[in-house]
């Protein structure tokens, strides 16, 4: 397995477990999809799985080890609230440059604009934040993305023109994929496995 959640188990106090002995992996090629209803507890796996939360028991592995403790984290995560995800109190060139350093073209295929590095995040669009994030999540040390509806606060084209860069750099650099998202259809069209969390 790439990424695997052994056993694990999480709430967020100890009278409400959302996460009871759960099984959970993706293996090196696939593109998964994580389904279930709002509130079941996918956003929390996800957080699990990129290290942003410790299970109470159970292991999460990347490539048979834990996550690593310091450094570049090669299990990224990019999620619904990109506003989230920044430091307020930097501009947006500062928070990119300590993940790494894209060229020019990759900004423009991510259809970033060289100018709103000098900007603070509160003078982005959700949209703009968000594809400035998905482009901080893929630096060189990047070997797997989870991407918690990450999609659903651009437009439709936008969307699409996203997924495809996405999906080339994802086969380029044989990246693993987990997809949280409502859309069945994205699912399907993304992805090579679809899990129901329900099921987990
Ligand atoms: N920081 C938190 N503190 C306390 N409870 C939380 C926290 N974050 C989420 N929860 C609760 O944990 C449960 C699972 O939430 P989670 O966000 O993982 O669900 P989800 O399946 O991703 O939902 P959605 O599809 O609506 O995004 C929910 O009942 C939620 O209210």
Redesign the pocket.
């Known amino acids: 397995m790439l990424l695997e959640a052994k056993n694990i188990s999480f709430g967020?106090?100890p009278d409400n477990i959302?996460i009871n002995s759960v099984n959970f992996g993706v293996d090196k090629g696939e593109r998964v999809a994580l389904v279930?209803?709002?509130?079941?507890?996918?956003?929390?796996?996800s957080q699990l799985l990129a290290g942003y939360l410790e299970p109470i028991s159970g292991q999460i592995l990347f490539e048979g080890k834990p996550l690593p403790q310091k450094g570049y984290c090669p299990v990224q995560l990019i999620y619904?609230h990109p506003e989230k995800a920044v430091n307020p109190r930097w501009k947006l060139g500062q928070t990119l440059n300590e993940a790494w350093t894209p060229d020019d073209s990759f900004l423009s295929d991510m259809g970033i604009e060289k100018e709103w590095l000098n900007r603070y995040p509160t003078e982005l669009s959700g949209g703009e934040l968000q594809r400035f994030c998905i482009a901080r999540a893929l630096g060189p040390g990047t070997k797997f993305i989870i991407a918690?509806?990450m999609s659903t606060m651009l437009d439709m084209i936008t969307q699409a023109q996203i997924w495809e860069l996405m999906l080339k750099i994802i086969q380029k650099r044989n990246l693993g994929l987990l997809v949280?998202t409502?859309s069945l259809d994205l699912a399907q069209r993304i992805c090579s496995r679809v899990v129901n969390?329900e099921e987990l």
Do not use: A, M, R, V
């Open positions: 967020y106090s959302i279930g209803p709002s509130g079941c507890g996918k956003s929390t796996l619904q918690d509806e949280i409502h969390f």
